[in-house]
């Protein structure tokens, strides 16, 4: 099975080769690599065009024209995906490719439709790091399977697979951050079979290019209510 992988790209200009690389060798052996860039302006667009992309170790770089935000870009390269499962993998070197194999593991043997990577499972390595950050996304995973009746760990987590069906099926309307809580209710919605999966997370500080802030966090407690109420 082939596995597309969706690296939306802000502003990533000393991560996005290393991740390139941590992604190609990554032990699953059959993977669709698709970078989508969101406006950058640091010279990420221009690594991108000059020397990535010519190269040809990736197999499609989209380019926004306007930065649009996360959500944006996980909607076109989503739509882009031809392989039979899709994984999202930040470009900032938190989320480690290395674990992709025991991420697919359960759609491969047909038990999940999708799995959720959860930094709070297991025992692997966690860099730590904001104590807030833990009480925000503990709080927003609680208000998330309060309405969807799921009990999830890592609502906000990065590492998210689907077959490539359900998630091309799905209508992504957040532009930034609101992804996660958006599509966690659209899945619960459909009655997916959903896994979670404990992964290891390498977290970096706001000095060291983290973006996601208390405004994000605000956006996500609307986005449970409006999706929520949806149909």
Avoid at 63 to 79: C, F, M, S, V
Avoid at 149 to 169: A, H, P, S, W
């Amino acid at each position: 099975m082939i596995l597309s992988v969706i690296i939306p790209c802000y502003n990533e200009i000393n991560t996005i080769n290393a991740i390139i690389d941590a992604v190609i060798s990554s032990p699953y052996p059959n993977k669709e690599i698709i970078i989508v860039d969101d406006c950058s302006s640091d010279g990420t667009t221009q690594k991108l065009k000059n020397e990535i992309e010519p190269s040809g170790i990736v197999s499609k770089v989209l380019y926004h024209k306007i930065n649009q935000g996360k959500g944006a870009a996980l909607r076109t390269g989503i739509k882009a995906a031809t392989g039979d499962i899709v994984i999202i993998q930040d470009a900032d070197m938190e989320y480690d490719p290395n674990e992709y194999s025991r991420l697919v593991e359960p759609i491969i043997n047909n038990k999940a439709d999708v799995v959720f990577g959860s930094r709070f499972l297991g025992g692997d390595a966690h860099r730590v790091l904001y104590f807030w950050h833990r009480v925000g996304n503990g709080l927003l995973t609680l208000l998330s399977n309060m309405v969807t009746n799921l009990n999830l760990t890592d609502m906000e987590t990065c590492y998210k697979v689907f077959k490539r069906d359900i998630i091309q099926g799905i209508s992504i309307e957040e532009n930034r951050f609101g992804f996660e809580p958006e599509i966690t209710i659209k899945l619960a919605k459909l009655h997916c079979r959903i896994y979670e999966v404990g992964i290891s997370y390498y977290g970096r500080t706001y000095e060291e290019g983290k973006k996601i802030g208390w405004k994000d966090g605000v956006r996500a407690i609307y986005c449970i209510i409006k999706y929520s109420r949806s149909k």
